[in-house]
C-alpha cells in the first residue's frame, strides 16, 4: 500500500508527494528523530509485490550506497514498514534541469558549470563501474545555490569498476 500525506514509514512522516515516474512515487518525508526532511521513493503498489521489481529496486539502493559524490543525490537507507519498502535519499530542493529549460536558453555562464558537475557526477560513477543508463534534464536538479544533484540510478547498470579492470581510462576515445 502507497503512503499518503500524513502517514508514517517507521521514524518518517510523509508530508508531500514530489513527484512520480514509472519505478515508483518519491515523497517528502520529515523524519521526526533526526528532525530533517528526505526524499522517500516507494514502489507503486503493483509492483510491491514483484520480484524482479524488489530486485531492481535493491539494486537503486545498493548502486547509490556505493557512490559518495557531492553532484550525486545520496542514499541514506532502506525503510520497511506495513509492507511498504522505500528508499530513503537526500532531499534535493530546486527545480530540474528539464525546468530549467523549459524557461528559455540558459546562457553559457550559467550553463557550463551545470555541464562540469554533471560530467563530474557521471565520473565519478563511471569509476566505480556504474553507468547512469536514464540520464535526462528530468533526473538533474539544480539547487539555488548551482549546486547540480544527478538523480534516479534506477535503470543503473553496475559493471566491474575501471580501477579493479585494469582499464586506463584515461586512453578512452570518449
Avoid: C
Wanted: glycine share 8%; proline share 7%.
Amino acid at each position: 500500500m502507497s503512503p499518503r500525506v500524513g502517514t508514517r514509514l517507521g521514524p518518517y512522516e510523509v508530508t508531500a508527494l514530489l513527484g512520480e515516474g514509472g519505478m515508483g512515487k518519491v515523497w517528502r518525508a520529515h523524519h521526526t528523530a533526526l528532525r530533517r526532511d528526505d526524499a522517500l521513493k516507494v514502489l507503486p503498489d503493483a509492483f510491491a509485490s514483484d520480484p524482479d521489481r524488489l530486485a531492481r529496486f535493491r539494486r537503486e539502493a545498493q548502486v547509490l550506497a556505493s557512490l559518495n559524490h557531492p553532484n550525486i543525490a545520496h542514499v541514506y537507507g532502506l525503510e520497511q514498514s506495513d509492507g511498504v519498502q522505500a528508499l530513503v535519499m537526500e532531499l534535493v530542493e530546486g527545480p530540474t534541469l528539464a525546468d530549467r529549460i523549459a524557461q528559455g536558453p540558459i546562457p553559457v555562464d550559467e550553463s557550463l558549470p551545470i555541464a562540469k558537475q554533471i560530467a563530474e557526477a557521471l565520473e565519478a560513477a563511471h569509476e566505480q563501474g556504474i553507468i547512469h543508463r536514464d540520464l535526462k534534464p528530468a533526473n538533474i536538479k539544480v539547487r539555488a545555490d548551482g549546486t547540480v544533484k544527478v538523480l534516479d540510478f534506477g535503470l543503473a547498470k553496475a559493471l566491474e569498476p575501471a580501477s579493479v579492470a585494469g582499464v586506463d581510462a584515461t586512453a578512452s576515445p570518449t
